[in-house]
């Protein structure tokens, strides 16, 4: 039927069709534009809430490690002065001493969770519990404190060798503060 019309007409049918086109392209372009930007802004946003409650806790943990440093700094200072007041014995080793001699002595793969010193008249007891992370380095811990001429005597359950890595450990250490002397 098309053939039928006019030259005029048809050429007028082709260019209402090709304005339609062009139109309802541009609307759904326009459309899909819009939608797009929404979404990007949305995104936007929400990257841009997420980095603002990332630096607030960085921020927050930032402060709570500096405090935290901060506090055990002073909590290290404060039982530095309690041990440095504290004297076993006034011929004998200072607290700090003692602590010192076992601390000389362990080596990196030993953790010392825990310690307590008991006076006695002649010799101090020194128990120190903590884990090593394996049995070689536990048991050079052990034969270095052996070695160190003040320590009269090292004792530990054999139960602490049970196991081959993260090793929970009891040592009693006899210590001599007059070294072999008084043997």
């Known amino acids: 039927m098309s053939n039928l019309l006019p030259e005029k007409q048809k050429k007028e049918f082709l260019r209402n069709y090709i304005l339609r086109i062009i139109f309802?392209?541009?609307?759904?372009?326009?459309?899909?534009?819009?939608?797009?930007?929404?979404?990007l802004e949305s995104f936007l946003f929400l990257v841009k809430s997420e980095m603002a409650i990332l630096e607030s806790n960085l921020s927050d943990l930032q402060k709570t490690e500096?405090?935290?440093?901060?506090?055990n700094i002073l909590l290290a200072n404060r039982t530095n002065k309690k041990l440095e007041v504290l004297t076993l014995?006034?011929?004998?080793?200072?607290?700090?001493?003692?602590?010192?001699?076992?601390?000389?002595?362990?080596n990196e793969?030993?953790?010392?969770?825990?310690?307590?010193?008991?006076?006695?008249?002649?010799?101090?007891?020194?128990?120190?519990?903590?884990?090593?992370?394996?049995?070689e380095a536990f048991i050079s811990f052990l034969d270095e404190l052996e070695k160190h001429p003040l320590i009269q005597s090292v004792e530990s359950p054999l139960s602490?060798?049970?196991?081959?890595?993260?090793?929970?450990?009891?040592?009693?250490?006899v210590i001599n503060p007059k070294g072999n002397e008084a043997e």
């Open 89 to 106: 014995d006034t011929n004998s080793m200072s607290s700090t001493e003692v602590i010192d001699l076992v601390l000389a002595e362990k």
């Open 109 to 135: 793969d030993i953790l010392i969770n825990n310690f307590s010193i008991d006076l006695g008249e002649q010799v101090i007891t020194l128990k120190i519990s903590g884990i090593a992370n394996t049995r």
């Open 160 to 173: 602490s060798l049970s196991s081959s890595i993260n090793i929970s450990y009891t040592i009693d250490i």
């Open 66 to 71: 500096i405090t935290t440093f901060e506090q």
């Open 24 to 39: 309802f392209g541009g609307i759904l372009f326009g459309m899909i534009l819009i939608i797009s930007v929404t979404i």
